[in-house]
């Protein structure tokens, strides 16, 4: 280790130079920001999705459709599901919401309508939102008992 080989440890030395303290400071006139322009002012910030003044993606593409505000949404369980799920001995003879949200098929706050694909070999009572007109038929052809909440 000699003098000449001395150097300070990495990152503790930064170029702490502040801009734009007057012609005297080095570091006055456009303080690095370039010349005129937007971005050159004091207060600057750009509008999200700004594309230097071109028309922002967002207003040229064109819009279309119509969103119902008032539309229910239902988490759809199907008939073969509720099947595996009495082959698996996970519920018996009665799937209600407390047990179809325990097993989660679906949340506590969405609605639940049963689907009609597949077969259902067994009796089930079943309470849901919904039916399908196949899945009654179905649930009810099986012995089963439907209940709409």
Sequence with gaps: MELSNL?????SVQNNKRLGRGQGSGTGGT??????????RSGY???????????????????FGFTNVNRKEYQGINLDTIQ???????????????????LGLATKNELVKILGRGE????????????TATAKNV????GGQVVTL
């Design 7 to 11: 150097k300070p440890a990495a990152g």
């Design 31 to 40: 303080a690095s920001r370039g010349h005129k322009g937007a971005k050159s």
């Design 45 to 63: 910030s750009r509008k999200i999705g700004f594309e230097g003044g071109q028309m922002p993606l967002q207003r040229r593409v064109p819009k």
């Design 84 to 102: 595996g799920l009495v082959d698996d001995k996970k519920i018996k003879d009665t799937l209600d919401f407390e047990t179809i949200v325990s």
């Design 120 to 131: 259902l070999k067994s009796k089930v009572n079943i309470s849901a939102h919904k039916f």
């Design 139 to 142: 649930i009810e052809a099986a």
